[in-house]
């Protein structure tokens, strides 16, 4: 299974924490879509990234893609992706992949994976900035999943081992880029989750470490030494420590405190208690974070 429907099948489990609120999630998805069919950033602005979590964000809530406003020529309009960086070009994948392949013709598909190959490393990963030689952990987990909605594995998948080797941290973690003291939760959480697809066991050392993580009162810092902790630690930690299946019973209460704390009564969630802007993107980690909180 992808990355992109092992998310979306535990997401669908998220209303049955929210009850009746399902509906003020919905609601404020869809105040967030344009007339394009896509959904807006955080500028007001049509954008691949925020359509990823405004399409599964409504597949999450159970809403057919039929029932959707259709997005398919808007995403014509990408065409092949010659225009997008390499973020972008994983973002129309998986939005194609949101919606169906059929109606993005076999010649465009493999142009655009072609294109996300320009970015991989002499070390077998990937990396976000073109011309790098080493790869970095988000990169990596971008590839892979682009690659899997386009219906295949990137070529040589193996040569990623020797990029996630890298990247590791000397506190037995991973972090984002190389030669880092110090690990990262999402970039751990994304190569812990990435071993699992390459049928690696991920070393016990870093399943530890990503469980630290946590605070007492609920949800994951992003880095030890962070300030607070956030919902996409959150939510990215969970999956992957459930990919595993760690058990992380003690933390679900107060995870599930924390993801309420960052709810918004017009159906967002709030990425952390500082941030005061509502956005597609965060409200999918609360419906992921709150899926993974239900079991």
């Known amino acids: 299974m992808s990355f992109r429907l092992e998310m979306l099948q535990v997401a669908r489990l998220a209303p049955k924490l929210l009850g009746e609120s399902a509906a003020l999630v919905e609601a404020f998805l869809r105040s967030r879509m344009a007339l394009d069919g896509a959904f807006l950033d955080r500028n007001d602005k049509s954008d691949l990234y925020y359509t990823v979590f405004g399409l599964e964000g409504l597949q999450a809530l159970l809403i057919d893609p039929s029932k959707q406003s259709d997005v398919r020529p808007w995403l014509k309009g990408f065409g092949d992706g010659a225009q997008l960086d390499f ?5 129309l994948a998986r939005c194609w992949a949101n919606v169906g392949l059929d109606d993005f013709p076999m010649a465009s598909r493999e142009a655009l994976a072609a294109r ?14 073109p011309g790098r030689s080493k790869g970095s952990a988000y990169g990596c987990l971008l590839a892979w999943g682009a690659y899997q909605d386009l219906g295949g594995l990137p070529p040589e998948p193996w040569r990623m081992a020797e990029c996630m080797g890298g990247l590791r941290t000397p506190d037995g973690a991973w972090s984002n880029e190389p030669n880092v003291p110090i690990g990262s939760t999402t970039a751990t959480a994304a190569m812990v989750a990435l071993h699992r697809h390459l049928d690696i066991p991920p070393p016990a050392e870093a399943v530890y470490w990503l469980m630290r993580q946590c605070l007492p009162n609920g949800g994951f810092l992003a880095f030890p030494v962070a300030p607070l902790p956030d919902l996409l630690s959150t939510a990215v930690a969970l999956h992957a420590l459930d990919a595993v299946q760690a058990d992380f019973s003690r933390l679900k209460e107060p995870c599930l405190d924390f993801v309420d704390s960052l709810w918004d009564a017009t159906g967002g969630f709030h990425g952390n208690w500082t941030d005061d802007t509502l956005d597609c993107e965060y409200t999918y980690y609360g419906l992921l974070a709150l899926g993974h909180l239900s079991l």
């Open 116 to 129: 996300i190959e320009t970015f991989r490393c002499s070390d077998g990963g990937y990396h976000q900035a």
């Open 87 to 91: 973020v972008h070009l994983c973002c």
